[in-house]
């Protein structure tokens, strides 16, 4: 079974430049979360949907983060314009509310360099 | 609110010693708690998890970890470390307001010396 893809995996871009990530959950997966790790901060939630509706952004830094999910397969987070501090690696992770167990299932990550 | 700490950045351990990484929670309501590891340059893996079965969980790898609600803690332990076992290891706790959203503690590095 194909687990949470990502991608880019590696994003190289300049400080304004506007920053594309993508994700597809599992199949079957009705919540879906964006996580960013860095040095400083650890591991932090970002955003998360359910059934392709926001439910928690107070995560997002500021407004030049967006994150939306069209569809059930599919979600983006952009950042426009880019900062050399939204250097990061970026997680996507699923679960299913069919699960009991609450566990999420995370992406390999996009490693976002911001010059 | 939920919270997790977990003591100790960074672990090191010799080949064959046992491995111990401490986890601390909060919460208002019984949680559920998950140890995950992420191995350089990729994502989390769920190592084990509690869901209020048996307090005593065993995950992949040979390791386990112990629920104790007296002392709310949820220790991650192996009986002989190897040296595939380096890695960072963070403890998560689920949300006391029922949602699926999980709060992670900041993470421990453990390394492995031969």
């Known amino acids: 079974d194909a687990g949470v893809i990502q991608s880019p995996r590696h994003e190289v871009t300049e400080m304004g430049q506007e920053v594309t990530l993508r994700c597809k959950p599992i199949?079957?997966?009705?919540?879906l979360f964006w996580y960013r790790q860095t040095m400083m901060r650890g591991l932090e939630l970002l955003i998360y949907?359910?059934?392709?509706?926001?439910?928690?952004d107070s995560g997002m830094p500021e407004d030049r983060f967006s994150a939306k999910m069209p569809n059930a397969s599919f979600s983006t987070l952009k950042i426009q314009p880019s900062e050399p501090r939204d250097s990061a690696v970026y997680f996507c992770a699923s679960t299913s509310s069919t699960s009991s167990s609450y566990e999420q299932y995370f992406g390999p990550g996009t490693r976002l360099t911001v010059t | 609110a939920q919270s997790v700490t977990q003591l100790g950045s960074h672990v090191s351990v010799s080949e064959g010693a046992l491995v111990l990484l401490r986890c601390n929670y909060s919460s208002s309501v019984p949680p559920y708690l998950f140890w995950y590891v992420q191995y350089p340059n990729q994502g989390l893996q769920l190592l084990l998890k509690y869901t209020s079965a048996a307090t005593l969980v065993k995950g992949i790898n040979g390791f386990e970890a112990e629920f104790k609600k007296s002392e709310t803690s949820f220790h991650l332990t192996k009986p002989s470390a190897h040296m595939s076992d380096a890695a960072e290891y963070f403890c998560a706790v689920t949300s006391d307001t029922g949602r699926r959203a999980l709060t992670f503690g900041s993470g421990t590095r453990l390394q492995v010396q031969p």
């Open positions: 949907f359910n059934n392709n509706v926001p439910i928690d």
């Open positions: 199949s079957g997966h009705d919540y």
